[in-house]
């Protein structure tokens, strides 16, 4: 599996959305690409974090930007998460976790002193050329 690493093409991979289609980060060759993975959908730091970005929707388009989210949740709650939230961006789901792999957004995490592996909250930004340009790791939703 690659190694995705900052100032490198970032190797072209398809998900399933939230509403079953097929979506490769290649479609969107000559945009900019918001593409942030969150731990879990209904929760409510990922609630806010997909409200962010579907209310700056607009901005990032201006400045010729898609957004994608990716989580580990199947599609069926995806398509729920969206239809809730309005969301008009695509939600895709990585079940399996190759591509939070990938992106290496896997990590050890605590939640009532229990350990266990999780989902970073990160983002990653992608030029039009198909190369990570900025990585922000253990964002904060507010």
Request: hydrophobic letters at 35%.
């Amino acid at each position: 599996m690659a190694e995705i690493l900052l100032n490198k093409t970032v190797p072209d991979f398809s998900l399933l959305d939230q509403n079953g289609k097929e979506v490769s980060l290649s479609k969107f060759s000559g945009k900019r690409i918001v593409l942030y993975f969150y731990p879990k959908d209904n929760t409510s730091g990922c609630t806010l974090e997909a409200e962010s970005f579907r209310d700056l929707k607009n901005e990032f388009a201006d400045k010729n930007t898609v957004i994608i989210g990716v989580s580990k949740d199947t599609q069926k709650s995806h398509a729920g998460f969206s239809l809730k939230l309005d969301l008009d961006f695509s939600i895709l789901s990585d079940k399996d976790g190759e591509i939070h792999q990938m992106f290496d957004v896997i990590k050890p995490k605590k939640m009532y002193g229990r350990e266990y592996l999780g989902t970073e909250r990160s983002t990653f930004i992608i030029d039009e050329n198909g190369v990570l340009v900025k990585e922000y790791r253990g964002v904060k939703v507010k």
